[in-house]
């Protein structure tokens, strides 16, 4: 059954960099989805979801079942539920792994807009907005995201041109997904050298990185619209690298994550 009636479902199988939940472009922005990983790994938003196949079935990148529904989805749960299986018949076709993956069970809620609180940026206690002195919106999962992957965009909101306020964003996300850390770990630009030094991590440059956590991989990456980068420069605020360590510090808590960056 489709999440709604009378509306369609396209289904297509893609390769994708194992970054692409993360990074700008057709996909909707991490904290826009609700992600799963207790058994297949996953994410659907409000018009769109995808399903990684299993590390055996890639050829160089991951390999993803992606599903978009262009009226929209009144039930998230059943559409992450349709690519799990859509995913599983293409294992099956291929031959490439053992097993089906299981779908989940229940979603974390999408998460809405709201006014940041700038004493508490992303919900996240102790981790202080330092940006430029405007009125800031964020979309945000709960600290602590129970699928091991989460997100945050923090927006100016400054009444500029809706062109302009687009890319005057700041995104931090964060995965401890196996499958998607072992797909980033094959990616052409990642190294076993640190790109921060002094910092104990692996990873492609300094605002993407690979920490262990009490021996888990985890993922910390932090994107920044043109926009709020320029807006940062000429107000005098803070460099990125020192928004960057805020944030592993910070949300790293979250993730049972301390000690990443050196003491200051």
Not at 27 to 52: C, I, L, N, R, Y
Not at 166 to 175: A, D, H, I, M, Q
Request: net charge negative; hydrophobic share 35%.
């Amino acid at each position: 059954m489709l999440p709604s009636r009378d509306e369609q479902l396209h289904v297509q199988g893609t390769s994708e960099a194992a970054e692409f939940p993360f990074t700008e472009g057709r996909w909707p922005k991490p904290e826009e989805m609700a992600f799963f990983s207790q058994g297949a790994t996953g994410a659907v938003s409000g018009d769109h979801g995808w399903v990684m196949l299993p590390e055996s079935c890639w050829d160089g990148e991951p390999r993803i079942v992606e599903g978009r529904m262009p009226g929209g989805v009144d039930n998230p749960l059943a559409l992450s539920r349709i690519l799990v299986e859509a995913a599983n018949r293409s294992v099956r076709a291929a031959g490439c792994a053992q097993s089906d993956q299981s779908a989940p069970t229940e979603l974390a809620p999408i998460p809405k807009e709201r006014k940041t609180d700038k004493a508490r940026q992303c919900g996240v206690d102790g981790f202080l907005y330092r940006g430029p002195d405007t009125d800031v919106s964020e979309v945000a999962h709960e600290p602590g995201a129970g699928s091991g992957t989460w997100a945050c965009t923090v927006r100016l909101k400054n009444r500029s041109a809706p062109s302009v306020e687009r890319s005057g964003y700041l995104t931090y996300s964060v995965t401890r997904d196996p499958l998607i850390i072992a797909g980033i770990k094959k990616s052409a630009d990642y190294s076993t050298s640190s790109p921060i030094p002094g910092w104990p991590v692996t990873g492609v440059d300094g605002r993407h990185i690979v920490a262990n956590c009490g021996g888990t991989q985890t993922y910390f990456a932090m994107a920044l619209g043109s926009q709020y980068l320029k807006t940062m420069e000429s107000a005098g605020r803070v460099k990125d690298h020192v928004l960057f360590r805020d944030f592993v510090e910070s949300v790293g808590k979250q993730f049972g994550c301390t000690g990443v960056a050196p003491a200051r």
